[in-house]
């Protein structure tokens, strides 16, 4: 069965930064394109970042475009999302999702989410 | 930026049919995907490339997509429906993954 296992949530202060992990173990990540998708508090979902499966070439929403990083390490079967300049409005639960080939597939396998909380 | 707009809220009495609207610019050249989310828990995918189920997925579920409009539909709708629904497109113009603003099923 797929997994995928987020990690990392944690309160921090507004222009602070923090690493949420995902680990996705049976995933070839050469094969997937893989993102964070993020929900605000009583909110809708939010595309944050994807990186492509060959190239490991990344993408980022403008809202985030500058202050995150995604990577990941192939020998340990993980994503990360390194975030810095935090702010109020980037509290949300973050979710890691596949999306097969990337470009048009869907979102078809979703971790559980953490919740990450700019607050001071 | 593409920009998809869902109702709000849907309210259905059950054994009735739900019908679910995303608009978009042209989104009839776009796939579009549609997931489920029930309170507490991760999203999950019930309609992609418009009008596909993935396996697991009731026959009640279909998709439709033409023009400025694509539609998400459940037939006999069950309380164990009751949930948020989002469409999702990806804008190759700008290469970014697009979600509509949800809407939330009530079955009465």
């Known amino acids: 069965e797929v997994q995928l296992l987020e990690s990392g949530g944690d309160l921090v202060q507004p222009g602070g930064s923090l690493r949420i992990s995902c680990a996705a173990p049976?995933?070839?990540?050469?094969?997937?394109?893989m993102s964070w998708v993020r929900q605000a508090p009583g909110k809708g979902l939010e595309w944050v970042s994807t990186i492509s499966g060959q190239t490991a070439n990344t993408d980022y929403a403008d809202s985030v475009k500058g202050r995150f990083t995604f990577s990941r390490d192939e020998s340990k079967n993980t994503l990360y999302l390194q975030m810095t300049s935090l702010r109020a409005e980037d509290t949300a639960v973050y979710y890691c999702?596949?999306?097969?080939?990337?470009?048009?597939?869907?979102?078809?396998?979703w971790g559980q989410g953490t919740l990450v909380t700019v607050s001071s | 930026s593409y920009v998809l707009t869902q109702p709000p809220s849907v309210s259905v009495a059950p054994g009735k049919t739900a019908t679910f609207t995303c608009g978009g610019n042209n989104i009839g050249s776009k796939t579009v995907h549609w997931y489920q989310q029930k309170p507490g828990q991760a999203p999950a995918l019930v309609i992609f490339y418009d009008s596909d189920r993935p396996s697991g997925i009731p026959e009640r579920f279909s998709g439709s997509n033409s023009g400025n409009t694509a539609t998400l539909t459940i037939s006999r709708v069950e309380a164990g429906d009751e949930a948020d629904y989002y469409c999702q497109v990806w804008d190759s113009t700008s290469d970014h993954v697009v979600f509509g603003g949800g809407t939330k099923l009530t079955v009465l």
């Open positions: 049976g995933f070839t990540f050469s094969s997937y394109a």
């Open positions: 999702a596949s999306r097969g080939a990337g470009g048009s597939g869907p979102f078809d396998h």
